[in-house]
């Protein structure tokens, strides 16, 4: 989870990602007016797709890391969700209808269909 001032954000905006940046400061002229909509329709879909993580933080200047036990889980992945789910006793993760036979630990997502 990143925390940070709006100011400093965009600091690293402007010096990583200037392009972006620019996006941004147009679209943000144009807050609170009858052009916002359309500023975003035509900047947004144009936007370079980027992780903060790596668009940003990896080559941040003055970061800090805090251990924290916030209650919150990245489920990124699969083995990430299992973990949140409740289990049955044979430690099976069951989302929707399904009939198992001598399964253990597994998960199951099941569309109905």
Sequence with gaps: MF?????RILEE????????????????????TPL??????????????????YGIMEKAA????IPADIGWTDVGTWSSLFELLPL?????AIIGP???FDTKNTLYLVKNV
């Design 98 to 100: 399904s009939i198992t």
């Design 88 to 92: 049955d006793k044979n430690g099976n």
């Design 3 to 7: 925390i940070w001032r709006v100011d």
């Design 62 to 65: 003055d970061v800090a890391v």
């Design 36 to 53: 916002y909509e359309k500023t975003i329709a035509r900047i947004w879909p144009t936007v370079a797709k980027e992780t903060i993580d």
């Design 13 to 32: 905006f402007k010096r990583q990602m200037p392009e972006f940046y620019a996006q941004l400061m147009e679209i943000a002229e144009t807050l609170d």
